[in-house]
């Protein structure tokens, strides 16, 4: 488990040796459990009508999960969240998502609204769109979990997808601490850790993030892809924003594009198009997309080039590979101010909601 609690309120690991030397509980080593943060003010629910801590205390168990609808892991880590909020809902436990923005687009409610409903999300959704949430837990990244207790204690955390099981388990002690007896279910199991493949680390885009060559002024790399792993290069009029790459005109006949160079089973692009709808059409390997490795927004036209037909600022998914090999994708949007954000990438074991 990654702890990403403050230092202060770290476990202090002489204390669980020490725990282990005597036999008891590696829980029980526990000697500083800090009161979790209020949650703030002011802010958006969604699924819910505003909530406190201190209105909790002593009558739930909350499991408060950092998330943001942009980003692929969040995506995954649902299921999860929703396993457990189904199962244990009525059995003292309260799911809270903590949706706390990377992209200014991310801070309007209608756009988290649309998510909450298009993702299948049921359990309560907290707007963090200043991030004092965010940095009352001192958090470090998405998603994240902390669990609170009925005194209002942070009782366990974690950084990152995988280790539901044991994170399942600490929230039925807590709940059996409440007074509640969960029955026996079969527990979120973590997606295989091996034989997984490779995948490409997420690709910043804009100003502030991006190496993306200019193929006008410099002539493509001959060198082997995998030298090149996660290499973006444009062609064509592209104007460079702080965290995104935007089409400075129309481009009915295709010479503007951005490529990229990539490994992994699942390609993603948040994508945002000018007001209305806007189609990015998608190659691989030099190649149209076809139903079998077309991602989930994914669709065709009547010459059989694939598309994403984009309807507002989100997460698409384009590419459902068979295997993590290196790969060539390129991404050819149609109408000018249309943004591309960043790639994210997905291995054969991680799957997609």
Excluded at 28 to 40: D, G, K, M, N
Excluded at 54 to 81: D, M
Excluded at 235 to 244: F, I, K, L, N, Q
Excluded at 282 to 308: E, I, K, T, Y
């Amino acid at each position: 488990m990654k702890n990403i609690l403050p230092a202060a309120w770290r476990r202090p690991a002489a204390a669980a040796a020490l725990a282990a030397l005597l036999g008891a509980p590696a829980r029980a080593a526990r000697p500083l459990t800090p009161q979790a943060p209020e949650f703030p003010p002011q802010t958006t629910w969604i699924n819910a009508k505003p909530l406190t801590l201190a209105r909790l205390r002593g009558r739930r168990v909350v499991l408060a999960a950092f998330l943001n609808s942009a980003n692929i892991n969040s995506i995954r880590a649902l299921r999860a969240l929703s396993a457990w909020h189904e199962r244990y809902q009525f059995e003292g436990l309260l799911v809270l998502g903590v949706h706390t923005p990377e992209y200014d687009w991310q801070k309007d409610p209608l756009s988290v609204r649309a998510a909450v409903k298009r993702l299948g999300v049921r359990f309560p959704v907290m707007l963090d769109n200043d991030r004092t949430c965010w940095k009352g837990f001192n958090n470090e990244g998405w998603p994240a979990f902390y669990l609170i207790d009925r005194k209002g204690r942070v009782i366990f955390d974690r950084l990152g997808e995988g280790g539901y099981a044991e994170f399942e388990s600490e929230i039925r002690t807590a709940l059996a601490d409440l007074g509640y007896r969960p029955p026996a279910a079969e527990a979120v199991k973590d997606p295989p850790a091996a034989e997984c493949g490779e995948m490409t680390a997420t690709v910043g885009l804009g100003l502030r993030r991006d190496r993306t060559i200019n193929l006008e002024q410099a002539p493509p790399s001959r060198l082997l892809l995998s030298v090149r792993d996660g290499e973006t290069a444009t062609a064509g009029a592209w104007d460079g924003e702080p965290y995104s790459l935007r089409l400075a005109r129309d481009n009915p006949d295709s010479s503007a594009f951005l490529r990229l160079i990539y490994r992994g089973a699942q390609a993603f692009a948040v994508l945002a198009p000018p007001p209305g709808k806007a189609a990015f059409y998608v190659r691989q390997d030099d190649m149209w997309l076809h139903p079998g490795n077309g991602g989930g927004d994914v669709r065709f036209d009547d010459d059989g080039r694939s598309f994403v037909s984009a309807d507002g600022p989100r997460l698409y998914q384009l590419v459902r590979n068979s295997s993590d090999a290196m790969h060539e994708l390129v991404l050819i949007p149609k109408r000018k101010g249309s943004a591309v954000y960043e790639f994210s990438f997905a291995d054969r074991c991680l799957k997609n909601r």
